[in-house]
C-alpha cells in the first residue's frame, strides 16, 4: 500500500490537533497496530518489553520447524513464515543482542531440524546462510565486543555443525565466519 501522507505533512497536521485527539490518535494505533503498541510500549516501560517478545518469537519459530516435543515436522517447514517473523521482529525491535538471539536462534532450530531430517533443497540452505551473514556482519560491526561476548561460541558451533551438510552450506559459513573471526 503506497503511503498518502509525506512526512512533512503528517507533523503539520498533527501540530493542528489539541492534546485530546493525539491521546485519542495515540491510544487508536496502540490498540490497533501490533507495531504501534510495542513501539509504545519501548518508549513507556524501556526495552525490558523485548525479553517476553523475543520468548514469543522464539517459540513461534520453533513450531514451525518442530511439532510437540521435539518432533520434526515431515514436510519441509514454511520458510515465508519463518522469514516474516525474523523481519517482523527487526523491523520492530532495536536492540541489537535481541535481533541476533532471533536470528541465532533461528539458525540453531533450522540447522536442528536438518541433521533430524536430512537433505533438504538448496534454497533453504541458502535462507540460512543470508541469516549466518546477517548475524555474523551484525557482531563485527558492533564496537562494544557485547555481542561477540554473547554469540560468539554459538554461532562457532553452528559453523562447526555446518561442515556436516552438504549443497555448499558449509563453505559458506566457513567463508562468513572464518573470514571475519578466523574460526
Given amino acids: 500500500m ?10 503539520k497536521q498533527l501540530a493542528t490537533m489539541d492534546k485530546e485527539e493525539l491521546i485519542q490518535l495515540i491510544a487508536q494505533i496502540y ?3 501490533a507495531d504501534g503498541h510495542l513501539t509504545v510500549d519501548e518508549i513507556f516501560l524501556g526495552e525490558k518489553i523485548w525479553e517476553p517478545a523475543l ?3 522464539q517459540e513461534k519459530l520453533t513450531k514451525i520447524f518442530y511439532q510437540k516435543s521435539f518432533t520434526p515436522r515431515l514436510k519441509l517447514p514454511d520458510m515465508k513464515q519463518a522469514n516474516q517473523l525474523l523481519k517482523e521482529f527487526q523491523k520492530v525491535c532495536h536492540v541489537p ?6 536470528q541465532v536462534h533461528y539458525l540453531e532450530v533450522a540447522t536442528q531440524y536438518t541433521f533430524d531430517l536430512g537433505d533438504i533443497p538448496l534454497a533453504y540452505y541458502n535462507r540460512l546462510y543470508t ?13 562494544s565486543g557485547k555481542l561477540e561476548k554473547l554469540f560468539f561460541s554459538r554461532l562457532k558451533k553452528l559453523y562447526q555443525r555446518s561442515q556436516g ?19
Fill in 97 to 102: 543482542e535481541l535481533v541476533m538471539a532471533l
Fill in 55 to 57: 520468548a514469543e518469537y
Fill in 31 to 33: 490498540k490497533t497496530s
Fill in 2 to 11: 503506497k503511503k498518502q501522507l509525506t512526512l512533512p505533512v503528517l507533523k
Fill in 165 to 183: 551438510i552438504g549443497w555448499g552450506y558449509g563453505a559458506d559459513l566457513e567463508y562468513s565466519f572464518g573470514y571475519l573471526f578466523d574460526a
Fill in 131 to 143: 541469516i549466518f551473514k546477517d548475524a555474523v556482519t551484525l557482531m563485527a560491526k558492533d564496537e
